[in-house]
């Protein structure tokens, strides 16, 4: 009988596996079509900052440089947005699972309480670290240039 109920109950990397897979699941796919939305979306605006950081350059439009940060102020709302209520959705897959686990094996849950702490950010937290070195990215001076905005949009493929 011992023998039985051991082999009931899931290791610990087998939980973490099964948390990680909920969460790949939930996960943003490059083909989902929020992601294209708001990666197009991006290119655009990185364009755009593209084309003001050259007019700034050559002297062309003395205004545009703040033209250009007042739209990365609209723009981190706009993906900071989007990033939260993706890895939310993330989060919440992965605490679902967690609570079906939870329930599923009583023995087992301190040791989720304990996966549940390593394994989750807070989605708010992931969007201000993204977002906000995207954002910080916009507005520097000549680093604007680069697309910070895209690459802060395909950085959230890799959100699991």
Known sequence: MNGQASENVLTEKEIGVQIEEAGRKAGVGFLDIDFLLILFFAIFIDIIDLLLALFVFLDLFTISWAISAAID?????????????????IAKSKRKKIESL???????????????????????????ARAGLGFLGEIA????????????????????
């Open 141 to 160: 001076w000549l680093v604007g240039i680069i697309p910070f905005w895209t690459i802060t949009v395909l950085l959230t493929l890799k959100e699991k």
């Open 73 to 89: 102020v609209v723009i981190f709302a706009i993906i900071g947005g989007w990033i939260y209520w993706r890895t939310g959705k």
């Open 102 to 128: 939870k329930k599923t094996i009583a023995k087992r849950g301190a040791q989720l309480e304990k996966q549940l702490a390593k394994g989750i950010k807070s989605p708010f937290r992931r969007m201000l």
